[in-house]
């Protein structure tokens, strides 16, 4: 199979207008979708190179997370883009919200440091504390817990088991990720 007929692919399934737009746009548009909105304060995207998405975290801990997470992330950014990444990279080194930084700073000092943020002394800031997101690796179960939620009651892929859109086994007969594989 060859990377054209992937192309034509994707253009018929999400619309010839997509296949127009910048793979930048497009990887800005879904990167909530894809990421989870808990993540998405903590990024900055910043370029495609050569096929790698270059992004920006606002800590070195989210950093590391996210490399973690880059296949599974990769995967479902690329059922969107024309021409497929291959990879993400992830870096503090072009953050660009200094306001924020010290504020992720004692986030990261509190995650590494094993002080839980609530037993802060309160000498230590003034400021008020999103508990929810703090912990990068928190943020992304609750998104996995989420993701599975909303997907438990979808039909499955016959071919790979996994809870796929119904529109999209109307039209491959199997999940998108399978259909295509199978091309
Ligand atoms: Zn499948």
Known sequence: MS???????????????????????????YWSQVVGSAVVPHTQLL????????VATSSAAWAQTLTMERSRILTKLNVYLPNPLTDIRFSTAQWQ???????????????FGGAHPST????????????????PQTAFSQWVKTTQQKNHNLPLCPQCQAPTPP????????CCMCAVKEF
């Open 3 to 29: 990377l054209n007929s992937i192309d034509r692919i994707l253009a018929i399934a999400f619309g010839q207008s997509r296949a127009q737009q910048q793979p930048f746009q497009i990887a800005l548009q």
């Open 47 to 54: 370029s495609i190179q050569k096929n790698v998405l270059w």
């Open 97 to 111: 919200r200094p306001e924020t930084i010290a504020k992720e700073r004692e986030v990261s000092d509190n995650f």
């Open 120 to 135: 802060l002394a309160p000498t230590s800031s003034s400021q008020a504390k999103p508990t929810k997101s703090n912990d």
């Open 167 to 174: 529109g999209e086994l109307q039209r491959w007969r199997v």
